[in-house]
Nanobody
């Protein structure tokens, strides 16, 4: 079992930045690729970004490319999502997720999920 605990989020204005963090006490963290997803009411959970278990590869949704950055520290068991130049379309509940070994863009492939954190961007 892997419990993921998220922090960060909040209410910001368009153009502002936010940093989301996700941490776990699981000793197997370095074997898991990590992803960030977001969801708005009535919609499916959308892929935002992922990072391979060793940090060697990252992938981003087109909508966030160039604005968001995912990073991880396997020594501290953390994965972060730095979000810059936020706009109202980024408003959603954001989730971190863990998938053993290879990363995926598909939410259904992930094994463990954080509790979610609200990000609200006002215009």
């Amino acid at each position: 079992q892997m419990q993921l605990v998220q922090s960060g989020g909040g209410v910001v204005q368009a153009g502002d930045s936010l940093r989301l963090s996700c941490t776990t006490s699981a000793r197997t963290f370095s074997s898991y690729s990590m992803g960030w997803f977001r969801q708005t009411p009535g919609k499916v959970r959308d892929f935002v970004a992922s990072i391979r278990y060793d940090g060697a590869n990252t992938t981003y949704a087109d909508s966030v490319k160039g604005r968001f950055s995912i990073s991880r520290d396997n020594a501290k068991n953390t994965v972060d999502l730095q979000m810059n130049n936020l706009n109202p379309d980024d408003t959603a509940v954001y989730y971190c997720a863990a998938k053993y070994f290879r990363a995926s863009l598909n939410a259904d492939d992930y094994d463990y999920w954080g509790q979610g954190t609200q990000v609200t961007v006002s215009s």
